[in-house]
């Protein structure tokens, strides 16, 4: 039998009445700051560098050593990060999360139509609810490749104002509107930015940049809603904002990650990966050789044997960290009758027949152990059995990496809207159920059985 046990020196934040809410607060802060993938990977090795985190380049050697603490990014858009144990690695503890969230990518400045309206160009980047971007002031931001005098360079850019708007067809030309409408990307999508005249977006993000219009070479684009976070309910038992899926779990496995202490035996990972949203298969994203190069890279320069990296592969865990859909008010119908989820209910590990969730029962029992010793209550997701759900990172990162893997995430509303809406207490809830999870000691003595 399995034998459970831990300490953890993660502290707990309380107040007067009641639960503290202060991670939502820093979460909305970091969704501010991460209007785009470039963004959340840029706000996130801020935040590691303010933790004292030393930035590697892939394309440099790594001299490492035990107990350093160091991250590196791929494409500006991921990052990992580790803390080496004060030993030989017996095992890694890994967090997963991703940084983009459904968009629209900006083509060209201009799209051909009415001479009076200016349009940007935009194309779908994954499944969005349409409806939701219509009629709202949105923006742009991402990344501007600029000529410079050593060569070429990419620059965030995010363009802090009202800019852009996709008005909807009035109801009086459209009046079956409300019994459903079939949204073509290329006809009711492509967002107004201008009557006619005026400065082209080049020319916009060339003054943002402070160059010339010409050394702006190339463009990786995304629009944006305006809507800051906010907390809403009697009690601001609720927050809203763009991006919470999954930018909501990329920042609170960030939290338990820097909140927890190194151990001598077992080393910590927090990965950020790109492109989920569109199947994870590019450079930088979880189904790339990104982490598998940054594990070979570590484990050499430790000076492991190809025996010793197996061996720890072995006794490692990864928390695939994703959200998932909590009962909805008005459709409860939709969600499993026996695996209902709920916002502030605590973490969610999901579970899926077809694999497309990686949780086992093994992967799910020890995390719910390591879960009931920090206090984290726990919930179960599974979809209903005549509605598939959809993929995440774990199932296609154990492609890569052949780990133990849990899946798992947090309660939310309106999944891949503009906006959408989640409990205020579950971002706490699962930065430390993180924490906890990467100081847990245990290890893997046999096949299906742990020990603390």
């Not at 494409?75 to 890994?94: D, H, V, Y």
């Not at 009415?114 to 980047?125: S, T």
């Not at 569109?278 to 000076?303: C, N």
């Not at 206090?375 to 959809?390: I, L, T, W």
């Amino acid at each position: 039998m399995s034998t459970f046990y831990f300490s953890t020196s993660c502290s707990i934040i309380v107040e007067k009445g009641g639960f503290a809410m202060q991670t939502t607060d820093k979460l909305m802060e970091y969704i501010q700051d991460s209007p785009s993938p470039y963004h959340a990977a840029a706000a996130a090795a801020a935040r590691l560098e303010a933790a004292g985190f030393t930035r590697l380049e892939e394309s440099a050697p790594w001299a490492l050593s035990s107990g350093q603490c160091c991250y590196t990014t791929r494409n500006q858009s991921s990052l990992i990060a580790f803390r080496l144990p004060g030993g030989t690695p017996e095992g890694w503890r890994m967090t997963a999360a991703h940084s983009d969230s459904p968009t629209f990518y900006v083509k060209n400045d201009a799209l051909e139509g009415d001479k009076r309206y200016v349009r940007l160009a935009v194309e779908g980047y994954g499944g969005m609810n349409c409806a939701s971007w219509l009629d709202r002031p949105l923006t742009v931001a991402g990344r501007a490749v600029v000529r410079t005098p050593a060569g070429v360079e990419g620059r965030l850019v995010y363009l802090d104002r009202d800019l852009l708007t996709i008005p909807s067809l009035a109801i009086h030309q459209q009046r079956d509107v409300n019994r459903g409408h079939d949204y073509n990307a290329q006809k009711d999508m492509q967002p107004l930015y201008a009557l006619g005249g005026g400065p082209s977006l080049t020319a916009l993000l060339a003054e943002e940049l402070g160059v010339d219009e010409g050394d702006i070479l190339a463009t990786d684009l995304v629009l944006c809603p305006r809507q800051a976070p906010v907390r809403i309910g009697p009690e601001g038992e609720f927050f809203q904002a763009p991006r919470i899926d999954d930018l909501g779990c990329a920042y609170a496995t960030l939290e338990g990650f820097l909140s927890a202490k190194g151990t001598e035996r077992f080393g910590q990972l927090y990965c950020l990966f790109d492109n989920e949203e569109v199947g994870s298969g590019t450079r930088q994203g979880a189904m790339s050789s990104f982490l598998p190069d940054v594990l070979t890279r570590i484990g050499e320069a430790l000076g492991l044997s190809a025996q010793a990296r197996r061996q720890a592969l072995a006794g490692s865990l990864l928390l695939s960290a994703d959200n998932g859909h909590a009962v909805h008010p008005n459709f409860p119908e939709k969600a499993d009758p026996a695996n209902k989820v709920y916002p502030n209910g605590g973490v969610v590990i999901k579970y899926s027949a077809n694999q497309k969730y990686t949780t086992t029962g093994l992967t799910a029992g020890l995390f719910q152990a390591i879960c009931q010793k920090a206090g984290v209550p726990v919930q179960v997701f599974a979809n209903r059995a005549d509605e598939p759900g959809g993929s995440t990172l774990g199932n296609l990162l154990g492609h890569q990496v052949s780990i133990p893997m849990v899946d798992i995430g947090m309660a939310q509303l309106a999944m891949h809207s503009a906006v959408e809406t989640a409990g205020s207490r579950d971002p706490e809830y699962m930065a430390r159920a993180c924490a906890a999870f990467f100081q847990a000691e245990f290890t893997q003595t046999a096949d299906g059985v742990y020990q603390f």
